[in-house]
């Protein structure tokens, strides 16, 4: 019996992952190229979509290279991609503008401006947060300011259907990165024809809507001999890396929740149809026909440890960096961090948000900080878990993924703020086991998308310490006070 290898091929902000593995979850091989950023402006955020493609195919014949298994044992590919991008391409599908990815925040004075109006109404049809980082707003930025590529451009794609584009000559797009577009109605899975009017573009310049579990065929010959694979295998639309991360780490089930930490972070549950927050505090984006995930980002995760570590001058690793914090009980002695540093987005969705140090005094050291940092971190999650418990219900178990699951610290003071269990699988490409399961449901091989628990290696539970819960349950009260009170000043 010949064997059999499945590759999910995960499109990052900073880079293009490619990664095989059997049938069960074990990763075989991975090759990752990294992708570079064009900061034109303060506050603009660009890439280039031709050096992506490049990186993609370069990523597959790596990744092929490295597991050295034959073309013929890789079965199927499927896609995860991060969300928000948007390019302005011509008739022929070539870029006529640079991709602005999700971290561009050129849009904040049109996201200010609908939010004011009638963002609460856009919101309840499209799920998605008024903010500068979806297509929506980038859309309302070129129209406003006369984008000479908007003006000219044929359809408008991300970097995603870009490369499928590229390829296989299809302009398609799945539920989940539609549904992240600010564009998209997740009630009746199309284009919400409100939204495309203010944006002063017509249905016809998007792509058509398709499941995550679309096949895709009809790959060009020189691009399938670039990357060493069968021209005839088939690969899979999947869905957005939000999505696939919450599949391949196996948090699909009511009361399973799925945090992500890595330079940014993430907090996400699946939901039977669609769950609008009245708050408007998080997001729901469509999955399949009748399943989407509710959820919340936050732009600070892992990168405002790193600036920390850079202000402190610390050059020690991580581990040992991290392992300071270890010296000081719960709650820092008194310090409150709110992880601002970047704006945020969930839960307060303010681009002009900062952060801020409370409660300093004399007596504090290096460790306190390192401390309150962390916590910062993980409060600001947990407030992002509560706006989600109001619609999903209390979390039973949660899955944690990214950087910062290494640190078992860390581990511990999410399993005791949260009052939870938290589980951590073995392999960190989530994203990229949700993005490959998701091709092998689409060709087929497997019957369901709940089926992947049964292929996710899990390391050992870490349980709540009581006592420490109890002590950062009254403290997290003082945090989501302090919170509220500075969002005033942004």
């Not at 370069?58 to 590919?77: H, P």
């Not at 870029?95 to 309840?124: F, H, M, N």
């Not at 919400?192 to 010959?221: A, D, F, N, W, Y």
């Not at 405002?304 to 010296?327: C, G, N, P, Y």
Request: proline content about 5%; some cysteine.
């Amino acid at each position: 019996m010949s064997r059999e290898f499945v590759m999910g091929l995960d499109f990052g902000t900073t880079s293009v992952k490619a990664c095989i593995f059997d049938i069960n979850g074990k990763l075989i091989s991975e090759f990752e190229k990294m992708n570079s950023f064009h900061y034109p402006e303060q506050g603009w955020s660009e890439q280039d979509p031709v050096e992506i493609e490049r990186s993609a195919v370069m990523a597959i014949k790596g990744a092929m290279e490295k597991a050295r298994i034959d073309k013929d044992e890789l079965i199927t590919v499927g896609f995860s991609a991060a969300m928000h991008s948007l390019i302005c391409v011509n008739e022929e599908g070539s870029p006529i503008s640079p991709a602005l990815i999700w971290a561009d925040g050129r849009s904040y004075p049109q996201a200010e401006d609908v939010k004011k109006t009638i963002g609460s109404r856009i919101y309840a049809k499209t799920g998605t947060p008024i903010h500068p980082m979806t297509p929506f707003n980038k859309l309302l930025w070129m129209k406003e300011t006369d984008y000479q590529p908007y003006k000219e451009a044929a359809y408008f794609i991300s970097i995603k259907e870009y490369v499928i584009q590229c390829w296989f000559g299809q302009r398609v797009i799945d539920y989940s990165m539609a549904s992240a577009t600010g564009l998209f109605n997740p009630a009746t899975l199309d284009w919400e024809p409100e939204v495309l009017e203010m944006t002063g573009i017509s249905k016809e310049q998007l792509s058509e809507i398709v499941p995550p579990t679309k096949v895709l065929s009809g790959l060009k010959r020189e691009i399938a001999d670039e990357m060493g694979i069968n021209q005839e295998m088939p690969f899979v639309m999947g869905a957005a890396d939000g999505q696939l991360a919450n599949l391949g780490i196996g948090a699909i089930l009511p009361g399973e929740v799925a945090v992500s930490v890595g330079t940014s972070g993430a907090i996400r549950q699946f939901n039977k149809g669609v769950k609008i927050d009245e708050n408007q505090e998080t997001f729901c984006y469509s999955f399949t026909a009748d399943t989407s995930i509710v959820g919340g980002p936050t732009n600070n995760g892992g990168i405002v440890l790193q600036w920390l570590k850079d202000l402190l001058h610390d050059q020690r690793s991580f581990t040992d960096f991290l392992a300071d914090a270890e010296k000081v009980a719960p709650g820092a002695d008194g310090i409150l961090f709110l992880p601002y540093l970047n704006g945020e987005r969930a839960p307060i969705w303010n681009q002009q948000a900062k952060g801020n140090f409370y409660g300093v005094s004399i007596t504090h050291k290096k460790e306190h900080f390192i401390r309150a940092v962390l916590e910062g971190i993980t409060f600001n999650l947990y407030q992002i878990g509560k706006a989600l418990e109001r619609l999903a219900g209390e979390p039973q178990k949660i899955y944690v993924n990214g950087g910062l699951a290494r640190s078992p610290l860390w581990l511990q003071m999410m399993a005791d703020i949260f009052e939870a269990e938290i589980y951590v699988p073995e392999s960190h490409h989530s994203a990229a086991w949700g993005a490959a399961w998701t091709a092998l449901v689409g060709i087929g091989k497997v019957d369901s998308f709940e089926e992947i628990k049964k292929n996710i290696p899990m390391g050992d539970a870490v349980l709540p310490n009581k006592e420490n819960s109890k002590v950062y349950k009254a403290i997290y009260e003082n945090y989501e006070k302090l919170a509220k009170d500075m969002v005033k000043f942004f």
